[in-house]
């Protein structure tokens, strides 16, 4: 079965000192709407009963064929393996 690891950001805390250099990967989560796929870091919980399928950053996720083809046209391929 399909396995769909959900993308990740690199982002830095920033401030001063050390802190500067530290650096960590944050999850990003998938809104899928139909055909169309929308990257979010933050969702509202309010509003995941409204996408067709959701993937939450920092997940791995069991996908059946219809959900690998939509992924797969929108881009997301090589998070799939």
Same mark, same amino acid.
């Given at each position: 079965?399909?396995?769909?690891?959900?993308?990740?950001?690199?982002?830095?805390? #920033?401030?001063?000192?050390?802190?500067? +250099?530290?650096? %960590?990967?944050?999850?990003?989560?998938? &809104?899928? =709407?139909?055909?169309?796929?929308?990257?979010?870091?933050?969702?509202?919980? #309010?509003?995941?009963?409204?996408?067709? +399928?959701?993937? %939450?950053?920092?997940?791995?996720?069991? &996908?059946? =064929?219809?959900?690998?083809?939509?992924?797969?046209?929108?881009?997301?391929?090589?998070?799939?393996?």
């Amino acid at each position: 079965m399909p396995t769909l690891t959900t993308p990740t950001r690199r982002e830095g805390i #920033g401030g001063t000192g050390l802190w500067r +250099y530290y650096s %960590l990967d944050v999850g990003i989560t998938l &809104l899928v =709407s139909g055909s169309t796929v929308t990257e979010v870091q933050f969702p509202w919980q #309010g509003d995941l009963e409204n996408y067709d +399928y959701v993937y %939450l950053g920092g997940h791995s996720y069991s &996908l059946t =064929s219809a959900e690998v083809t939509t992924l797969t046209n929108a881009g997301y391929g090589a998070y799939i393996t």
